[in-house]
């Protein structure tokens, strides 16, 4: 049974930092592309980043570039989005999800967390 586990969202004042991780099981973790996707109240999902199973191929969508970095730990099983200067525009529910192809959209992705809220305030 495959599981992706979303920790480390929180409320944090703009500006401030945060590290998500995803600890994923059941799967053979290297053979995976992975993503965070998020959805802002009344918003639709709309992706975050992406990494392919040996980090050699890493995408960031625009909005969050330069201020969001995806990496992953192969032999922990975890991947990580590292989110510095952090805007109140950011608040969403984070999601992680694995997939055979490191895609900016989500059918590749068979696999999706529960979610982790990230609260920013002004």
């Known amino acids: 049974q495959v599981q992706l586990v979303e920790s480390g969202g929180g409320l944090v004042q703009a500006g401030a930092s945060l590290r998500l991780s995803c600890a994923a099981s059941g799967l053979t973790f290297s053979r995976y592309a992975l993503g965070w996707f998020r959805q802002a109240p009344g918003k639709e999902r709309e992706f975050v980043a992406a990494i392919s199973g040996s980090s050699s191929i890493t995408a960031h969508d625009d909005s969050v570039k330069g201020r969001f970095t995806i990496s992953r730990e192969n032999a922990k099983n975890t991947m990580y989005l590292q989110m510095n200067s952090l805007e109140p525009e950011d608040t969403a529910v984070y999601y992680c999800?694995?997939?055979?192809?490191?895609?900016?959209?989500?059918?590749?992705?068979?696999?999706w967390g529960q979610g982790t809220q990230v609260t920013v305030s002004s």
């Open positions: 999800a694995a997939g055979g192809i490191t895609s900016r959209t989500e059918a590749p992705y068979r696999y």
